[in-house]
Nanobody, 123 residues
Framework: VQLQASGGGLVQAGASLRLSCAASGRTASNNAMGWFRQAPGKEREFVAS????????VYVDFVKGRFTISRDNAKNTLYLTMNSLKPEDTAVYYCATSLTSTPSRTSDRYRYWGQGTLVTVSS
């Protein structure tokens, strides 16, 4: 599976962005997928995950109510809609495909990773 993340950019605080992650090759429609992020000088952290059917979702507390993860299996694409962005959301955002069908917060359960897309939020 190859994953291509896109949609990052430079925005002001309070703005919105939608990240996309296109899957190709052996598709991941039967696997959960997730978004992680890594801020400068920090470790990679979990953001959100979605089950293979697109029904079950899990979020890290600090994005609940602001970010929404979704997927379109017909298009082999994962999305992360980010609203009310804050400067602390600045990071490289990575999409990944899980080894399982249910959402997971644990990076070790993810096998395939995209190259990342940079989100910069100015104050």
């Amino acid at each position: 599976v190859q994953l291509q993340a896109s949609g990052g950019g430079l925005v002001q605080a309070g703005a919105s962005l939608r990240l996309s992650c296109a899957a190709s090759g052996r598709t991941a429609s039967n696997n959960a997928m997730g978004w992680f992020r890594q801020a400068p000088g920090k470790e990679r952290e979990f953001v959100a995950s979605i089950g293979w059917r697109g029904v079950s979702t899990v979020y890290v507390d600090f994005v609940k109510g602001r970010f929404t993860i979704s997927r379109d299996n017909a298009k082999n694409t994962l999305y992360l809609t980010m609203n009310s962005l804050k400067p602390e959301d600045t990071a490289v955002y990575y999409c990944a495909t899980s080894l399982t069908s249910t959402p997971s917060r644990t990076s070790d359960r993810y096998r395939y990773w995209g190259q990342g897309t940079l989100v910069t939020v100015s104050s």
